[in-house]
Nanobody, 121 residues
Framework: QVQLVESGGGLVQPGGSLRLSCAAS????????MGWYRQAPGKQRELVAT???????NYAGSVKGRFTISRDNAKNTVYLQMNSLKPEDTAVYYC???????????????WGQGTLVTVSS
């Protein structure tokens, strides 16, 4: 069983920065795509950014140029550096990872529990 634990959320003023981390632990042979999603109150969960196993990133248009996703494969950890934060970035941020326990297994998806980011003055 694999677990994802997010950290780094909190309250920040508009224009400020935060760095989120998400560490995977458990029976892991390899992790493929990792990503960050967010869900604001009253809205559906949406993609923020994803990153492949070889480090290729993909961003939602609303965060491109402000957010940077990265990963440390040795630590099974993905990061989200968020700069120039806006009030509309306020949401619970969730981490997701595609993982498998052996080379013969298909990839399964697991979600973290979420971390709250509040952008307000």
């Amino acid at each position: 069983q694999v677990q994802l634990v997010e950290s780094g959320g909190g309250l920040v003023q508009p224009g400020g920065s935060l760095r989120l981390s998400c560490a995977a632990s458990g029976s892991i042979f390899s992790i493929n795509v990792m990503g960050w999603y967010r869900q604001a109150p009253g809205k559906q969960r949406e993609l923020v950014a994803t990153i492949t196993g070889d480090g290729s990133p993909n961003y939602a248009g609303s965060v491109k140029g402000r957010f940077t996703i990265s990963r440390d494969n040795a630590k099974n950890t993905v990061y989200l550096q968020m700069n120039s934060l806006k009030p509309e970035d306020t949401a619970v941020y969730y981490c997701k990872a595609q993982h498998r326990a052996t080379p013969r297994d298909r990839y399964l998806e697991v979600w973290g529990q979420g971390t709250l980011v509040t952008v307000s003055s």
